[in-house]
């Protein structure tokens, strides 16, 4: 079965600290992949996602994710975090052939501190 | 404009009674889905459904019933609630398998 698994379950940084969130699937066919963000008390918000091309992608907020086929990751990044950057992380990743059945990691809960 | 809205936002009830989550849309997506957060924040899929056919089923109890009454509404029944139903239950919709759009989900707390 495929899994997900994102390496951190909490991070807890300061602002201006750069960040870095691991995530590794388990499929070895295609997917598609994804990083969403849950600001506390709110709904999932994608940040990036990856479907093919250029294995580097830029999403919203600063934040940017390398595809790394031959390692099975997806890592997130962010060079300088602010403090409305707290929230939890969500990795996720749907097998092209599985109708959008979107598999999530445990997330990972990072705190900025001022 | 509201893209996924879910209702009510938070649902407070008794064990074994009924109650039901309802989901709309207004992005024309085809495929709908149930997500259940538990609270350590884990997510799983519960239902899928493209054009109000059932695509995914992910061996979720029978209490569980999901109903789409047309695409742009999918509807969360639960019977018989237990005190482990209590989550936070997210609706999504996404046109096929491209990009899936979250709802602001719906507390259930089972008392």
């Known amino acids: ?114 | 404009d509201t893209a996924v809205s879910q209702t009510p936002k938070y649902l407070v009830t008794q064990m074994g009674n009924d109650k039901s989550i309802k989901c709309e849309q207004n992005l024309g997506h085809d495929t709908m889905y149930w997500y259940k957060q538990d609270s350590k924040k884990f997510l799983k899929i519960m239902f899928s459904y493209n054009n109000k056919e059932l695509i995914i089923n992910e061996t979720v109890p029978n209490r569980f019933s999901p109903k789409s009454p047309d695409k742009a509404h999918l509807n969360l029944h639960i019977n018989s609630l237990e005190l482990g139903d209590s989550a936070v239950y997210f609706c999504a919709s996404s046109p096929n398998t491209d990009t899936q759009y979250f709802g602001p989900g719906t507390r259930l707390t089972v008392l």
């Open chain 1, 1 to 114: 079965a495929q899994s997900v698994s994102q390496h951190n379950h909490h991070v807890i940084l300061s602002e201006a600290a750069s960040l870095e969130l691991g995530c590794n699937y388990s499929y070895g066919g295609t997917v598609n992949l994804f990083w969403y963000v849950q600001y506390p008390g709110q709904h999932l918000q994608l940040l990036l996602k990856y479907f093919s091309g250029d294995p580097l992608v830029k999403g919203i907020k600063g934040f940017e994710a390398e595809f790394i086929k031959s390692k099975f990751s997806f890592n997130l990044r962010k060079p300088s975090v602010q403090w409305s950057d707290t929230a939890e992380y969500f990795c996720a990743v749907i097998r092209t052939d599985s109708w959008g059945k979107l598999q999530f990691g445990a997330g990972t809960q990072v705190v900025v501190t001022p």
